[in-house]
């Protein structure tokens, strides 16, 4: 495990985080007290980045109708805080 001073740490943080990336594990001191350690987040599967289909400015103007007029979404979020309690499981 690598140990690293603040200064270090601040002067270093992109070259740092990227050896924590790579899966390095490091402790942070001040003045040879350890206060944090950084470890790596080892995900379980990887996000992959889909690039769109068509540029977004080819449906930038689209407009869609309401999909229930005459509902009152005040109404239903008082009924909805009606029905929790002040733990905020529901009754």
């Not at 109708?65 to 109404?75: C, M, N, T, V």
């Amino acid at each position: 495990m690598k140990r690293v001073g603040i200064a270090e740490l601040k002067d270093n943080l992109s070259r740092i985080v990227r050896g924590v990336e790579a899966g390095e594990t490091v402790e942070v001191v001040d003045r040879g007290r350890p206060i944090a350690r950084i470890v790596p987040v080892f995900a379980k599967r990887r996000v992959t980045i889909v690039p769109a289909k068509r540029p977004f400015a080819t449906i930038r103007d689209r407009t869609f109708e309401a999909l229930a007029p005459g509902i009152d979404s005040l109404a239903l979020l008082r009924e909805e805080r009606a029905e929790r309690d002040w733990t905020g499981e529901r009754r």
